[in-house]
């Protein structure tokens, strides 16, 4: 079975280090991490160069999104994904967000996007949890 190439962006160190350790416990092989929205943006807009280096593994099928970010946040990721999803071919990428917070609100502003596939909360997220919002783009 293939394994989809994961992009974390997560501003906070030890949540990107523990997403890594859940992600590898469940099988991910193929994982980049970035430490805020716009490197993450900036990653996927440097397409051609990307495409070259990672290959298959570019762009990647999931990215892991942190909601509340300073510089570039989450809702704001998303709202400049969708438009470099005009002009690079993204499709592929499904995203699901990382949130620190159970609101409700976010979570519907999130699935206002059709490529936001699933929300897991931080720290109470189980192995499971992660393993069946990744499984849906297998």
């Known amino acids: 079975m ?18 890594c350790h859940q992600l590898k416990k469940i099988g991910a092989t193929k994982i980049i991490q970035k430490d805020d929205g716009t490197s993450g943006l900036n990653f996927l807009k440097d397409y051609a160069q990307n495409k070259q280096h990672y290959a298959a593994d570019f762009p990647p099928a999931i990215i892991i999104l942190d909601v509340n970010m300073p510089i570039m946040g989450g809702f704001e990721f998303l709202q400049e994904f969708a438009e470099l999803k005009t002009q690079v071919d993204l499709d592929s990428c499904q995203i699901v967000m990382y949130s620190g917070s159970e609101n409700p609100q976010e979570k519907s502003r999130a699935f206002q996007y059709e490529f936001v596939k699933g929300f897991l909360i931080k720290g109470e997220s189980s192995k499971e949890e992660l393993k069946n919002a990744i499984g849906h783009f297998e």
């Not at 992009?7 to 280090?17: F, G």
């Open 2 to 19: 293939l394994k989809p190439s994961i992009l974390i962006i997560d501003d906070s160190e030890i949540e990107r280090y523990m997403l």
